[in-house]
């Protein structure tokens, strides 16, 4: 709120399910960087109905379209994964500095047509990780650059949620499985802390909600790394944190360690009996609703200033090869070596 | 986000410090049931300046002028406090419902000239205690009304700034002086979860800044309340809570106790030889944030809805009086009985 | 476990109550420097089954046998606080160092006669004080050494009792009522940290256990200390604390703020839907184990290098002094002068 | 300390190591049940020195003295690893009950060597793992069993050692290895809550201290498990927790989380500007002091009152062989069968 006058970006929002109501909410209202000038859903009506509350001047019923719009000087795609193929590319075409929620797709075929697009047209693009973006994971990287646990020898990381997704959700022809689904995140962080994984064991299993059995996907997942210069790394998923949204990651270095999470929303402690308890985070809205803003703001300021992308394509094309070679792992029963996957 | 169409409220905010500022962006862009129609701050430069930072259509040099508009449907009062009164009359004579942050103002005599415009002309009028719409508060308060604890016996709140705010700020003659600046709030607290207080014995001290002494006030004080019933409470205040900004509210009950309070701000961990470390809460602006946000709103939504004000102006004046009530307690070094306070 | 050859102290424990055994049990068997000569209680056939436990050459059924027996080196008085004087002055005409556990006696009457005796004859003499030893309050006392909060300028203690004691044992006749059975602690701590208290306010009252009354006691008070340089200081205690023992000491300096407790007994978490919860420590003993084991150690040190007590029986007297005049605080309603209390 | 007289079990022990020093002070002065008749140690001088500071009556210089000597009912085992074997069998030879220190051996020849002779003598033996009895592990094994978190389906374990120990005594020849000196307890706690460990994978390296592959041991570990019913634990292990010892363990349950640690040694927080900071636990002795002692008072209450052993040597034997299949995952870079390791 420091400066009264100062350009805008003007954004469309492609995608306005529950994550790209968020990001609505965020240009529209929480950056003052930015303004929409426009959204998009398949459900035109959806569409129409937030622009109204929003006040952003148009809606369309494609991608395409607001692409098109020349009001539209840059895009954020929150679509389902199978459409970001094809909004990323049709966003590069038009040179539009573009913003793509993560995973970038679920095929590695699918990143090299996106990350050719990109490249051919010299596109702006930024990656969504927002857990990069949330202040515990932003003080811990830089903490480990002013040096203050020494070098970081193992990367551990675990991620609970507090229930299992619907089973539409969860199938893994449109979620790609829980290690990517819920495991690109971890995957991220572990290159961004440590670089190149180099080979992954895997094991999971369905142990909470049998019905996961039926679409082909396990509920907890375990993930043993390798970085390519030899330093380790482990990995845990489940879906059954019944206790509440659960992300910690640790940074064990050869003179310190980092603890990265937090476990309680509501700061009371109620203290009956032998008893004191606290509330836990609902889930990943609650926990990382301040890492959401500080990445789409950040991906405005890049575009207004020129700057390099925060998270590039390239991230989260690895991050995905990451996954796939732990799924390939937990399926073979093999350590799969990570450049192999394509 | 769920309904697409909705009446907002219209709202003319009055006072651009620093904390007008965050009340101008809540009501702007995070309240979906508010729109801002205008600004007044006594420096028209600065009020013209945010207006068009925030697409707000009006700003005045005046609070008059801005109730004036008939653009505005309500009043949010965040101008110093001695202009409270006259801003808070202005309010009433045009009937438009009104928010004004804490505290009414320095004296019962203002105090009585608001209420008097107030109860004659019918408005509404909302005081600001935003600490009552922090989740933790609310937390206790509901599970109080729930016997989670029993009855409630003894209060306990404490206060901590991390520094002592300037010397022109600090100055009793504009801030009341620690009790009434700091304490209102606690004070606030104990009648809102205990019932009016009875007497108060207190006592305080220049600890930490010799400086305070050139202006006539303290910067460490400590309150005894005996309340109507019986029940007990504390509160201690401190300017010197270096460490980071403290605050911590506890209700013991025969049956348990809640305390409300939290401490750190980033959620990471360092450790490193025989140490563990966490950072603390800047500052109120951090700590209180949300409750700002869900203040602002609830105030909305009854203007909307007819509800009645969640907090009275009654609450204001009677926090006052238990904080004048303290200040004299601290300088005759005698109890002091609240009601005997005018 | 160091040296393999030193010479021990042979101590006689005078009262075998409930901390009585505990003291038999820490000089008998966890004190490398102490075996234990004899043990005294009027209840001659306890001291007789404690003394065959724990491999105690010799029981008796007064103090007055125990102190004379050549055997004994040292006394430890463990006995009911009306005894303290008798055993006192009969360990000091006998020459024989001497513990005793507070408080030293329920009138300053009393305690002249002790100081009288312990001086006149010379004899070592150590106060009991256990949370001087506490693991905490040690490295409180010696942070506060290093500056590393600066200059402590406010003194915080609390102390919870999870249930009312027995209302014979609560009877202010042989307890002294809150302010010196729970209080004196406190008080002690207050004196420890801060140096003499000049003034104290005080108010209290019977909240949670009606019956309370019947025996003339309260059971929760508050203390308002001014010390005797100005620096400020505040006591709260509570019977009610039924969610566990919890004892909170703080000291906030202009550079800093020490926090003294802790709140949970056994290292588990346990995290059920929307909930986190840990025990509490259960009582006292579990509290202060480790402190009353030091202090005993501390203690048998002192005699045999011939080293001033730790802790002085002027200690335990204006400990008193000043619970003495915090309960003519409560019971008069005025301010009271702590040296005018005789 | 209820009963007066009871009978007492006449413990021998072997080994005066630095654990067999916290044993012999155990059972000498904490343990009501027992006695220590004799002591004995390689180190003739050094089990002489002891046996006087502790009022031992008899001390030796070998186990097999010990074992002879008719006023020895029972032996307690804390000679190095490689004694084990003789020790256990010379013990069971004379049908003397026995408590053996972890690991039983390093080599599963040598457990069975161990278990044919207690099994064909019918001796008592229980076999040394202190964690089981800390109080924050058996309450959670007794949640368990109360269902508080539904089925367990995930173990995580991870411990970590402040600083690596000298080169002499981590030398796998005689210590292990790291799977086996580290990993023993938590491969334990493994089948302890979840039942026998399928398959294992591991991976693991010399990551902070170059100088550990001079002795062919790594200081950093991870091991993935699959249990015979298919559910799926990981453990990890490092040599560099340089911040302080932490031992922390998780079962994830269907219905919830169980979580057993601590960080904080001493009871105070440190609070200075923007940081508030508390100490770490040493090392294994200050964190698990308690479960020592509780450890070998069950014993003594196992020997006293016929009661089968908490711990059986086949719970020491099928934890090596967890570890050194492990230790062959690791080696081998494969999945290992546990059964399939002799």
């Not at 290159?191 to 509920?219: C, H, K, N, Q």
């Amino acid at each position: 709120m420091a400066s009264n006058k100062r350009a805008k970006l003007n954004v469309g929002v492609i995608g306005l399910g529950r994550l790209g109501k968020v990001y609505l909410r965020d240009l529209a209202a929480r950056i003052p960087e930015t303004t929409v000038a426009a959204v998009a859903d398949i459900d035109r009506a959806l569409a129409a109905g937030l622009a109204e509350e929003f006040g952003v001047p148009n809606s369309y019923g494609s991608a395409e379209e607001l692409i098109a719009d020349p009001r539209v000087d840059a895009v954020v795609i929150v679509s389902p994964t199978h459409a970001h193929r094809d909004n990323v590319i049709a966003a590069a075409e038009s040179k539009k500095p573009t913003f793509c929620e993560k995973p970038p797709a679920l095929s590695l075929a699918e990143c090299a047509a996106m990350s050719s697009a990109v490249a051919k047209t010299g596109t702006f693009f930024q990656m969504g990780f927002m857990r990069r973006f949330d202040p515990g994971y932003a003080a811990a990287k830089e903490k480990i650059a002013r040096g203050v646990i020494g070098r970081p020898v193992v990367f551990k990381s675990s991620s609970r949620d507090p229930f299992r997704p619907s089973l539409e959700y969860a199938n893994p022809a449109s979620s790609g499985g829980i290690m990517v689904d819920m495991g690109i995140h971890d995957f991220d962080l572990a290159r961004w802390f440590m670089g190149d994984v180099d080979t992954i064991a895997a094991t999971g299993a369905v142990l909470a909600y049998p019905e996961m059995a039926s679409i082909g996907d396990i509920d907890n997942a375990i993930a043993m790394l390798e970085f390519a210069d030899g330093r380790l790394g482990i990995i845990d998923l489940t879906r059954n944190g019944v206790y509440g949204y659960d992300i910690v990651t640790e940074l064990l270095g050869d003179a310190g360690t980092l603890r990265i999470g937090y476990l309680r929303e509501t700061p009371i402690l109620t203290m009956t009996k032998n008893h004191v308890a606290h509330d836990t985070v609902p889930y990943f809205m609650e926990r990382f609703e301040r890492a959401y803003t500080l990445q789409l703001r950040n991906f405005a300021e890049n575009v207004l200033h020129d700057r390099p992308p925060a998270v590039k394509l390239e991230d989260g094309v690895e991050a995905l090869r990451t996954a796939l070679a732990a799924t390939a792992a937990h399926r073979t029963r093999q350590r799969v070596k990570v450049s192999g996957i394509h």
